[in-house]
T-cell receptor
């Protein structure tokens, strides 16, 4: 298995543009998580899914952020419109049974909004 | 509220010195705690889980419920231990992890 795959690795966009981040979890993992990493806040949980259903999106900063998981092998995190304060590294992670055995993280997407 | 506190942003030690990365938590009930590590230009990876009571790469962590702490320790630091370390706490539902802000460990010779 190639692990959790995220794309793109880097994204530079202008303020106001729509940004879509993508994640492919490990096959057979029922849980998928989106985190944001910044120097000031560390790792923040944005949203997570169980069997493609969003369970908790209380960490999504505002309505500009949305996430979907149309099937077990794909998830997107969309920011529309993007703002400079959204600049961060966005991580996707998956796990077979919630937290019991920890997560497997993807390599992250470094987003820069100028 | 569930919370993880890592009071140090940066910890600098010399090679061979003991290391203790501090982690305190706030939680009602029996917590599930983890340490994750992120080496330069690599993805976050699980270092150890408190429930396993394991030692990985010479690191250990003991849960102290009285002090609500889960400090990460290593008796003799190596240069290759230089990385960002995150302490994480399982949420009440046992389905997601809440991370601290992380501590950067720098080991120099």
């Amino acid at each position: 298995d190639a692990g959790v795959i995220q794309s793109p690795r880097h994204e530079v966009t202008e303020m106001g543009q729509e940004v879509t981040l993508r994640c492919k979890p490990i096959s057979g993992h029922d849980y998928l998580f989106w985190y944001r990493q910044t120097m000031m806040r560390g790792l923040e949980l944005l949203i997570y899914f169980n069997n493609n259903v969003p369970i908790d999106d209380s960490g999504m900063p505002e309505d500009r952020f949305s996430a979907k998981m149309p099937n077990a092998s794909f998830s997107t995190l969309k920011i529309q419109p993007s703002e400079p304060r959204d600049s961060a590294v966005y991580f996707c992670a998956s796990s077979p049974q919630g937290i019991a055995y920890g997560y497997t993280f993807g390599s992250g997407t470094r987003l820069t909004v100028v | 509220a569930q919370r993880v506190t890592q009071p140090e942003k940066l910890l600098s030690v010399f090679k061979g010195a003991p290391v203790e990365l501090k982690c305190n938590y706030s939680y009602s009930g029996s917590p599930e705690l983890f340490w994750y590590v992120q080496y330069s230009r690599q993805r976050l990876q699980l270092l150890l889980r408190h429930i396993s009571r394991e030692s990985i790469k010479g690191f250990t962590a003991d849960l102290n419920k009285g002090e609500t702490s889960f400090h990460l320790k290593k008796p003799f630091a190596q240069e290759e231990d230089s990385a960002m370390y995150y302490c994480a706490l399982g949420n009440q539902a046992g389905t997601a992890l809440i991370f601290g802000k992380g501590t950067t460990l720098s080991v120099s010779s």
